[in-house]
């Protein structure tokens, strides 16, 4: 029988398993520790344990087991905070109230922290006493981080685009790719223009996974007759550094971006239909580079929505019947992109058939936070998602719609693993299939 030790170690990088379990252990409370500040501190202090947050975790409801409430889920940040910063910190050490953590409780913390949690902040819009606790979630995921406690997936993706940019090691470059969809698809891809007003992104899962949507994206575009480009230095819009929990490495992949956004001198950059990789820079790539950005941030749905009220776009009715659209949690929750993607339908001759939790409180695909990049999460993962098919089923769609490729992804996921029938569409391909050619 393996041991917890031996496990833990079977889902680390060979980087983070050269650790000593001293040092290990050591970092974990250093790492959680640095993480406390006023706001976090704040948010552990006023939690009255009503435990309603539990309702709101898709983890939670599909096995009602306690350790998946998602408050609990950070108890060893909050036990570092108790010993080590909190008001009573002294008198907690002095009378050894609050001990150190041991290696197995680790192991669970990184199957809590990372696997059963999609930071998809449902819980935190539930919570009476208003505490973020998908923040917490994120904040301890970087103590873990820093203790070399970041499951493998995630660490070396990450490690990778820190490097070189792709967090997939491919025999063809992504730059390469990106040309060869569009000599595939017979759109023009604007790479690399010294100057251009709008700076496209790619996402890594359209790429590998959903060529369609690049090409929609560059056909979109070049409809709206905007300047705009690639850059082969600044393409991929995911965050492996934000997934995996290292600020370090997050700000490096969001730098390259930035820099190339500057380089060319955009008023705008562009993420694709992905939501993860927006929140990384729409919300804290400012921070992580220590000045406003010289540039917007939009969601290629957002950008289309605005282009549909400013005139400069219209489109065709799509012939695709009752359709339920799927909210991503990070443009929903995050960032209030609730009517961009409704305006879009509407425009396309869509009503969408919501589902029961809709908008705001829809649940979360749950891929989301690099848990469908995670092998052994698999499992609890197609079990927490199982509600959410339930209620798109409902529904009584035919077509089923999106606007994150990660969400899309682990749709296409659960429709091989339930041979579900039901398929992920992109919402920005129907846009692309459905341009008017007059533009007044
Ligand atoms: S809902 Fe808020 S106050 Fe209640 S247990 Fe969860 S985090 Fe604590
Ligand atoms: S952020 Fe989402 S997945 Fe994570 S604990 Fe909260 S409700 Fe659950």
Same mark, same amino acid.
């Given at each position: 029988?393996?041991?917890?030790?031996?496990?833990?170690?079977?889902?680390?990088?060979?980087?983070?398993?050269?650790?000593?379990?001293?040092?290990?252990?050591?970092?974990?409370?250093?790492?959680?520790?640095?993480?406390?500040?006023?706001?976090?501190?704040?948010?552990?202090?006023?939690?009255?344990?009503?435990?309603?947050?539990?309702?709101?975790?898709?983890?939670?409801?599909?096995?009602?087991?306690?350790?998946?409430?998602?408050?609990?889920?950070?108890?060893?940040?909050?036990?570092?905070?108790?010993?080590?910063?909190?008001?009573?910190?002294?008198?907690?050490?002095?009378?050894?109230?609050?001990?150190?953590?041991?290696?197995?409780?680790?192991?669970?913390?990184?199957?809590?922290?990372?696997?059963?949690?999609?930071?998809?902040?449902?819980?935190?819009?539930?919570?009476?006493?208003?505490?973020?606790?998908?923040?917490?979630?994120?904040?301890?995921?970087?103590?873990?981080?820093?203790?070399?406690?970041?499951?493998?997936?995630?660490?070396?993706?990450?490690?990778?685009?820190?490097?070189?940019?792709?967090?997939?090691?491919?025999?063809?470059?992504?730059?390469?790719?990106?040309?060869?969809?569009?000599?595939?698809?017979?759109?023009?891809?604007?790479?690399?223009?010294?100057?251009?007003?709008?700076?496209?992104?790619?996402?890594?899962?359209?790429?590998?996974?959903?060529?369609?949507?690049?090409?929609?994206?560059?056909?979109?575009?070049?409809?709206?007759?905007?300047?705009?480009?690639?850059?082969?230095?600044?393409?991929?819009?995911?965050?492996?550094?934000?997934? +995996?929990?290292? /600020?370090?490495?997050?700000?490096?992949?969001?730098? !390259?971006? @930035? &820099?190339?956004?500057? =380089?060319?001198?955009?008023?705008?950059?562009?993420?694709?239909?992905?939501?993860?990789?927006?929140?990384?820079?729409?919300?804290?790539?400012?921070?992580?580079?220590?000045?406003?950005?010289?540039?917007?941030?939009?969601?290629?749905?957002?950008?289309?929505?605005?282009?549909?009220d400013e005139g400069k776009l219209e489109?065709?009715?799509?012939?695709?019947?009752?359709?339920?659209?799927?909210?991503?949690c990070m443009l929903v929750r995050k960032?209030?992109?609730?009517?961009?993607?409704r305006k879009i339908m509407r425009a396309?001759?869509?009503?969408?058939?919501?589902?029961?939790?809709?908008?705001?409180?829809?649940?979360?695909?749950?891929?989301?936070?690099?848990?469908?990049?995670?092998?052994?999460? +698999?499992?609890? /993962?197609?079990?927490?998602?199982?509600?959410?098919? !339930?209620? @798109? &089923?409902?529904?009584? =769609?035919?077509?089923?719609?999106?606007?994150?490729?990660?969400?899309?992804?682990?749709?296409?996921?659960?429709?091989?693993?339930?041979?579900?029938?039901?398929?992920?569409?992109?919402?920005?391909?129907?846009?692309?299939?459905?341009?008017?050619?007059?533009?007044?």
């Amino acid at each position: 029988m393996s041991t917890p030790a031996a496990e833990l170690h079977a889902n680390l990088a060979p980087e983070e398993s050269a650790i000593a379990s001293g040092e290990r252990l050591a970092g974990a409370m250093r790492g959680f520790a640095r993480e406390v500040g006023a706001l976090s501190a704040l948010r552990l202090e006023s939690c009255i344990h009503c435990g309603i947050c539990a309702e709101a975790c898709h983890f939670y409801i599909a096995t009602e087991d306690p350790k998946y409430t998602p408050i609990l889920k950070v108890e060893p940040f909050k036990q570092v905070f108790k010993r080590e910063a909190s008001a009573f910190a002294p008198i907690y050490r002095w009378l050894g109230l609050k001990r150190d953590v041991t290696v197995a409780e680790l192991e669970e913390w990184q199957h809590l922290l990372y696997e059963s949690c999609n930071l998809c902040g449902r819980c935190s819009l539930i919570c009476p006493m208003g505490i973020d606790v998908a923040a917490l979630i994120e904040q301890a995921r970087r103590g873990m981080f820093e203790a070399g406690l970041a499951p493998k997936e995630l660490y070396e993706k990450a490690a990778r685009q820190k490097r070189t940019g792709q967090p997939e090691e491919t025999t063809e470059p992504y730059r390469e790719k990106l040309l060869a969809i569009g000599r595939q698809f017979g759109v023009s891809i604007p790479l690399d223009a010294p100057q251009a007003d709008v700076m496209l992104t790619v996402s890594r899962t359209d790429i590998e996974q959903y060529p369609k949507a690049v090409a929609s994206l560059a056909r979109v575009m070049a409809h709206l007759k905007v300047p705009c480009t690639f850059r082969s230095d600044g393409l991929i819009a995911e965050n492996y550094g934000y997934y +995996a929990g290292s /600020r370090d490495w997050q700000r490096d992949i969001s730098r !390259r971006l @930035i &820099d190339q956004a500057i =380089a060319c001198q955009a008023k705008v950059l562009i993420v694709p239909e992905c939501g993860h990789a927006y929140s990384a820079l729409r919300w804290q790539a400012a921070e992580l580079y220590g000045a406003p950005l010289p540039f917007k941030v939009r969601h290629i749905t957002e950008y289309v929505a605005d282009a549909l009220d400013e005139g400069k776009l219209e489109l065709r009715a799509a012939d695709a019947g009752a359709t339920a659209f799927h909210d991503p949690c990070m443009l929903v929750r995050k960032a209030g992109v609730m009517e961009a993607p409704r305006k879009i339908m509407r425009a396309l001759g869509i009503l969408p058939t919501e589902m029961t939790h809709h908008i705001g409180f829809d649940y979360c695909c749950g891929g989301g936070g690099g848990v469908v990049d995670i092998e052994r999460a +698999a499992k609890l /993962r197609y079990r927490a998602m199982e509600n959410k098919l !339930r209620e @798109i &089923d409902d529904t009584m =769609a035919r077509t089923f719609l999106t606007s994150c490729s990660d969400c899309r992804r682990t749709f296409d996921d659960a429709k091989r693993h339930f041979d579900w029938e039901k398929t992920p569409q992109s919402l920005l391909e129907l846009v692309a299939d459905h341009l008017q050619e007059q533009i007044r």
